[in-house]
C-alpha cells in the first residue's frame, strides 16, 4: 500500500463525496476484499490530504450519526489525474516486461 493509499482515497472520494468509513468500505468492495484499509490508516491519511488542500469536508448528519464528508478539491482533481497517469504508465511497463 505504500505509495498508493493517497490514490486510492481520491480515486474512492472522486466516484461520490463520502464519509471516512465509507471510503474503506468502497475500496474494500471495488476490490473484492483485497484491500481492506484500517480506520487507522484511513483518517490520518484523510486529515493529510484535507491539510494538503486535495480534500475538503463538511460536516452532516448520515444515518442519525454526525459525519465528516470529504470532497475533492480542484487540486485534489489534478493530483487524482497525475497519479491515474502515473500508475497507467508503470502497470503498461510492467506488463511489457512481463509478457
Known amino acids: 500500500m505504500k505509495g498508493h493509499l493517497d490514490f ?5 472520494i472522486a466516484r461520490e463525496p463520502r464519509h471516512g ?6 475500496i474494500r ?7 481492506d484499509l484500517a480506520e487507522g490508516t ?3 491519511a484523510l ?3 484535507e491539510g494538503a ?7 452532516k448528519t448520515v444515518g442519525g450519526r ?3 464528508i470529504y470532497r475533492l478539491t480542484r487540486r485534489g482533481r ?9 500508475w497507467t504508465a508503470f502497470t503498461n511497463a510492467v506488463q511489457a516486461v512481463t509478457t
Open 8 to 12: 486510492l482515497l481520491l480515486a474512492a
Open 21 to 26: 468509513y465509507a471510503v474503506a468500505e468502497a
Open 29 to 35: 468492495k471495488s476490490s473484492d476484499g483485497a484491500i
Open 42 to 44: 484511513v483518517y490520518p
Open 47 to 49: 486529515y493529510r490530504l
Open 53 to 59: 488542500g486535495l480534500l475538503s469536508s463538511s460536516w
Open 66 to 68: 454526525r459525519r465528516r
Open 78 to 86: 489534478r493530483r487524482l489525474e497525475q497519479e491515474r497517469n502515473e
